[in-house]
């Protein structure tokens, strides 16, 4: 007895992604929903729901629902710009899902868009502010921990010294991402890496050097997600969508006497259940990686490595190119593009559909997509396929 | 005495207030018992539902990172930001002086203030040293 998918995707698209200004939120935004349309088939005309996500550090309303009428849109069955931090665009798309599974909506852009570089090619300062984790006013700031990287490296400091992870294990997931990349004409950052050109980059907030965090980039990502019955129709293979999972569990991450474990666990096996599968099951993963360590801890905090095993995992080659677990297949946040979560979304679709070129792989029958943010607050997770019935 | 005056306070306001006094205080909540995440003191309704207990000042390293890179002009690096546990449970963000280098996973921290009269936690002295 086989369970069918929920929702498809259909059609996946990109603006020109840049390190230098290039236009407006907006006007990226159109371009990319211009070339998911193009890629699906789908005409402007045809599309009745428009779901949009915008960075969370980004000025607000740059990305809103008047981004309708920017983008010559008609009367539209189901219309929303979301925020929910990291795991926004997963989230984005499990609401297309629910709309056309619904019946509310037929044909669902979803569409992430964000400026951060600016015209000195710096990102940095678009990523600066004091991160609250007391829940005390003012608290952090008298410590100076800016941004989501001093938390991120909290975490990554007590994980690595837990279970004696090193450099050369962030290393190794840094340069399994760019190899991936190396595969990705998209990809912004393609280069060899090998450990020396790694340990060269300098620390930002130890443990984490710049080769350790996201690649920040202006332009967008768009996916065209439809029902199951008329992806049939589709003029490409669909990338069928069979769990959704959701776990917000505050800051589980800093609970003293706790075991690391984040809503990411718990978002990780909703998603599973729903759609009949368990970790074992997991042939590709693509993961919102802000940092390497993000990357490193999710596979396990998704069961698909023990407590500890991840950093061994990696060092060893099974998520890179020829490994037995794929995973961040474009190069990631860190070697591809950091479309915040658009990133991991774009990149199932492309895998599922067998459109990843030098990049593609063979084996995908069970994807786990996810995304995750705030001070690893916030989850969101999908299983996706490119079956349409998982058995 | 001033524990009184405090009580008034929201709770956040409170645990600084008591701060300034240079008094580290942790809130244990009734009837449970449990002191209360720092995180967590907003969502307290009431002063009433529990009391501010002075802490024992102990408290264990969680985590440290160094930033290396310059966010804000009054923190020139490199610096330490650190995350403590208090004996009593609630997590801290703080910072420890010393060289990082000689820091490990949960070594015993002795709360103090600076000359700022900034709370900071103190690697404990291991006995008979100094």
Redesign the interface.
């Known amino acids: 007895m086989g369970r069918l998918a929920r929702s498809a995707i259909i059609g996946v698209g990109f603006s020109a992604l840049s390190r230098k200004p290039i236009g407006s939120v907006s006007e990226l935004a159109n371009a990319a929903l211009s070339a998911a349309l193009a890629d699906a088939g789908v005409a402007r005309a045809e599309l009745d729901g428009l779901l949009l996500v915008q960075s969370e550090l980004a000025e607000r309303g740059l990305l809103g629902v008047r981004a309708r009428d920017d983008f010559g849109l008609g009367d539209l069955a189901l219309l929303n710009a979301i925020e929910a931090k990291g795991s926004s665009v997963v989230q984005m798309v499990q609401l297309a899902t629910m709309a056309v599974d619904a019946g509310l909506a037929r044909m669902v852009a979803c569409v992430f868009s964000d400026t951060p570089v600016a015209a000195g090619g710096g990102a940095?300062q678009s990523y600066?502010r004091p991160t609250a984790?007391?829940?005390?006013?003012g608290?952090?700031e008298?410590?100076?921990?800016?941004?989501a990287i001093?938390v991120y490296?909290?975490?990554a400091?007590?994980y690595m010294?837990?279970f004696g992870i090193d450099e050369t294990h962030l290393a190794a997931y840094a340069i399994a991402c760019r190899r991936w990349a190396a595969g990705n004409s998209l990809a912004l950052a393609r280069g060899a890496l090998d450990l020396g050109t790694y340990r060269a980059s300098?620390?930002?907030?130890?443990?984490f050097r710049v080769l350790d965090c996201a690649l920040p980039v202006n332009g967008a990502g768009a996916v065209i997600v439809t029902s199951v019955a008329r992806a049939a129709d589709a003029k490409a293979p669909a990338a069928y969508i069979h769990g959704m999972g959701q776990g917000h569990d505050?800051?589980s991450a800093?609970?003293?006497?706790g075991n690391g474990a984040t809503g990411g666990r718990s978002a990780g096996r909703r998603a599973m259940a729903m759609a009949g599968v368990t970790p074992a099951d997991v042939t590709m993963c693509q993961i919102y990686d802000a940092f390497s360590f993000s990357g490193l801890f999710a596979l396990e905090d998704y069961g698909l490595c023990g407590p500890g095993e991840a950093g061994a995992f990696v060092a060893d080659g099974h998520t890179g190119p020829d490994g037995r677990l794929p995973m961040n297949t474009g190069g990631g946040h860190l070697s591809s593009y950091y479309l915040q979560g658009m990133t991991p979304v774009s990149e199932a679709a492309i895998q599922l559909r067998g459109q990843g070129g030098a990049r593609q792989v063979a084996r995908n029958d069970v994807v786990l997509v996810n995304g995750s943010g705030g001070c690893l607050e916030f989850h969101a997770a999908l299983i996706m396929s490119p079956h349409r019935v998982l058995s | 005495m001033s524990g009184a005056v405090h009580q008034a306070q929201p709770l956040p306001d409170a645990f600084l207030a008591f701060l300034r006094e240079r008094e580290l205080r942790v809130f244990r909540a009734r009837p449970t018992g449990e002191f209360v995440d720092f995180a967590a003191l907003g969502g307290v309704a009431s002063a009433a539902d529990g009391e501010w207990i002075r802490a024992s000042g102990r408290a264990r390293l969680y985590s440290w990172v160094v930033y290396r890179r310059q966010y804000h002009a009054d923190f020139p690096p490199p610096y330490t930001v650190a995350a403590v546990v208090l004996e009593e449970g609630p997590l801290l963000i703080s910072t420890i002086p010393g060289d990082p280098q000689d820091f490990a996973l949960d070594m015993p921290l002795t709360a103090a203030f600076d000359e700022t009269g900034r709370l900071i936690f103190k690697p404990t002295p291991l006995p008979g040293t100094r």
């Open positions: 940095g600066v984790i007391s829940g005390i006013d608290w952090e008298r410590y100076g921990l800016f941004g001093g490296a909290l975490a400091r007590r010294e837990r300098p620390f930002v907030v130890e443990p505050g800051h800093f609970r003293p006497n």
